[in-house]
């Protein structure tokens, strides 16, 4: 274990410079922690540690000056060990809380909030992704006829969550017929999830009556549009490039270019919030750098939790520099993630 390497003194120091250059994004030197630190030590002695703590990769410096950075290992052992998380400040719950169940809005609405929440209070860039539907259960499906050749699917899963989705049909449709399949359809596959609808749809109506059959065939055609998740570049909210780009790292023009081109390829931040939904275990993940495995990504840390709808879960997530604070990131995101859970699985009556 990384932990193990260090005696308590060298971490002390290693907590040091990484809060220091959090708090300034300026390499640290020893001096400046000799006098800022009551670590009753000279700088000489520091300096000794920080060169140790470099030989051991956890801290490196910019050829342009004497002080010390983080590296990637650092940081990583700086989260896992010597970071205290902050507790949130009753103000910045209160304005979490109060946006969120203040109003009834529509879920859509409530992620689009959420993310604009934790860019507000993080100043990084915010992501919510939507729900994955694959393990969500159906509770109820209606069919509403808009036309007499366009039928409105709407599908409600036992968390809460509606979908809704417009059907073309080939030929004119009944409001008896309508009824009828509505009926079948309910019959044969509420209670289960989307997996099992998708896998075993055409199964299940093999031997149906000749009056179903043109309607069923669209939603056989259409069965992976209809009880899928949505396409990736509609499951993904983001919020916060404003002020995102504030940050000291990007006034490099190469480094601010990189920000605008990450924001704009959206599949690499749904494919890494997937990866670390995966990984979390319901607890707050943080990715750092190159544990990230994309280049677009090197210079960022990712801060994420799932929230829960029942059995269904999406995930929201900071996306920041390697500097950020982790500390109130991480109790923000895992507060933040709690309170969509409770707001959206037991909505306040108005």
Known sequence: MPNEELNDREKSILRHIIQQFIATATPVGSRNIAKNYNLNISPATVRNIMADLEDSGFIDHPHTSAGRIPTDKGYRLYVDFLMDVQELRKSEKSIISRNLEEKSIETDELFQLASVLLSNITHQLACVTYPKLDTGYLEKLQIVILSSTRILVIITIKSGLVKTI???????????????????LNEKLCGLTFKEIRETFKERFKDIEDDHKPIIRVFVDSVDKIFKDANKANKLVIRGAKEFVKQPEFEDPNKFQSVIELIEDEEIIVNIMEKTSEASANQVYISIGSENQKEELLEYSFVSKDYKLGDVSGTLGIIGPKRMDYSKVVAIVDFMAKMLSDVITNPIQK
């Open 166 to 184: 417009t059907l073309e049909l080939s030929s004119d449709i009944k409001s008896s017929q309508i009824e009828s399949v509505q009926s079948l």
